[in-house]
C-alpha cells in the first residue's frame, strides 16, 4: 500500500512537470505506470491533469512552516547585521518571541526544534506581555495610505504617531484599526502600518507584520567555549575531505596549543572527537606539522590530521 501510494504520488508529480520538461516526465510517467498499472493512458501528455483534493490542505501545517520560515529568516538577519556580525556556528541562547494570539505558542512550540536547529540556539522564550521588554514604533505606510486618505493624510499621520503601546499591540494582533480623522472613520489593516521596534541593550529585535523576534546576542564562556569548538570540527572536516578520507575512517589530530582554544578543547573534547570520528585529539606547543588554518581573523593554528 506505501509503495501504491508512493507510485501515486510520482505520476501526479509528472504530470505537473509535463509541461515544462515534456520528454523526461514522459519517460518517469511510462516507467511507473507499467509498475502500477494504474491508468490506461500511453503518454503523460495524454493524462488529465490532476486536480486538487482540497481536503488534504492542512493549514495549521502551512502556519507552523511559515512561522518557522520567517522566525529563522529574521534571527539569520540579526545575526548578519553589519553592526553583530555573529556566525551561524557560534551557539546564542535563546530567542524571545511576543505570543501573537492563543494558538501561537502551540503553533511554533510544532516547529520549534527545526527553528533553533536552524539557527542555532539553545531555547525560544515566550512572552505573554513584551510591552515591558520590547518598544516598538509605528507610522503610516504613505504608499498605501496616501491615495486613500487624501487631505487627511496629515492629520492621519498625526494621529498614528501619537498610538501607544498597547495600540500597537492590539493592532497586531487583530490585524485592523479603526482611524477617526474629525468627522470621518477609516477602516485600516496591519499592511497600511509601518511597525519597527527599538533595540534592547543585549538584544537585537526585527519585525515582520505583526511577528517580533528579540535575538539573545550575550555570549557567555561556556558558549564562546563552544562555538570555538564547532569552528574546530568544521576545519578539521575540511582537512578530511582535503586529504580524501573515507567518512568512516578514523583519525588522530593534533592542534597547536592557544588559549583561544583551550576553553573549547577542555569542555567540548569528547564532542569534538564524535564529530570528526577522533581516536586522539591533543593540543601540542610549537606544532610545525600538518595543515595552516585560519581559526579567526586574528589567530591561525597548525593542525595534524593523520589517520589512526
Same mark, same amino acid.
Given at each position: ?164 503601546? #498597547?495600540? @500597537?499591540? +492590539? ?8 482611524? &477617526?480623522? !474629525?468627522?470621518? %472613520?477609516? $477602516? ?81 573534547? #569528547?564532542? @569534538?572527537? +564524535? ?8 593540543? &601540542?606547543? !610549537?606544532?610545525? %606539522?600538518? $595543515? ?17
Amino acid at each position: 500500500a506505501a509503495y501504491q501510494t508512493l507510485y501515486t504520488c510520482l505520476e501526479t508529480i509528472t504530470k505537473l512537470m509535463a509541461p515544462v520538461a515534456p520528454f523526461f516526465s514522459d519517460w518517469l510517467y511510462k516507467n511507473l505506470n507499467e509498475a502500477t498499472g494504474k491508468e490506461e493512458n500511453q503518454s503523460v501528455h495524454l493524462a488529465d491533469f490532476p486536480v486538487a483534493d482540497e481536503k488534504a490542505i492542512d493549514k495549521d501545517l502551512e502556519q507552523r512552516m511559515d512561522y518557522a520560515q520567517r522566525i529563522s529568516s529574521l534571527v539569520l538577519s540579526l545575526r548578519k547585521r553589519d553592526d553583530v556580525q555573529i556566525k551561524v556556528r557560534q551557539p546564542l541562547q535563546k530567542i524571545l518571541l511576543p505570543v501573537l494570539d492563543t494558538s501561537f505558542i502551540e503553533q511554533v512550540d510544532g516547529v520549534k526544534d527545526l527553528i533553533l536547529a536552524e539557527v542555532n540556539v539553545k531555547e525560544i522564550e515566550y512572552l505573554t506581555d513584551a510591552s515591558g521588554v520590547i518598544k516598538k514604533k509605528i507610522k503610516p505606510n504613505f504608499k498605501t495610505l496616501g491615495r486613500r486618505l487624501g487631505k487627511d493624510m496629515k492629520a492621519a499621520a498625526a494621529a498614528i504617531n501619537t498610538m501607544s503601546q #498597547e495600540d @500597537i499591540a +492590539n493592532l497586531e494582533k487583530s490585524s485592523k484599526y479603526e482611524l &477617526v480623522v !474629525g468627522d470621518t %472613520t477609516h $477602516e485600516l489593516t496591519l499592511e497600511d502600518f509601518e511597525i519597527s521596534a527599538d533595540d534592547i541593550p543585549g538584544l537585537l529585535v526585527a519585525t515582520d507584520g505583526s511577528l517580533t523576534v528579540a535575538l539573545d546576542i550575550t555570549i557567555t564562556d561556556e558558549l564562546r567555549a563552544e562555538g570555538m569548538a564547532k569552528e574546530l570540527i568544521n576545519r578539521i572536516q575540511n582537512i578530511r575531505k582535503d586529504k580524501d578520507f573515507n567518512v568512516t575512517d578514523k583519525i588522530k589530530v593534533a592542534i597547536e596549543k592557544h588559549e583561544i582554544i583551550e576553553a573549547a578543547m577542555s569542555k567540548f573534547n #569528547e564532542y @569534538i572527537c +564524535n564529530e570528526i570520528l577522533a581516536v586522539d585529539l591533543k593540543m &601540542v606547543d !610549537g606544532l610545525a %606539522t600538518g $595543515e595552516s588554518v585560519e581559526l579567526t581573523d586574528e589567530v591561525t593554528l597548525n593542525i595534524d590530521v593523520q589517520l589512526a
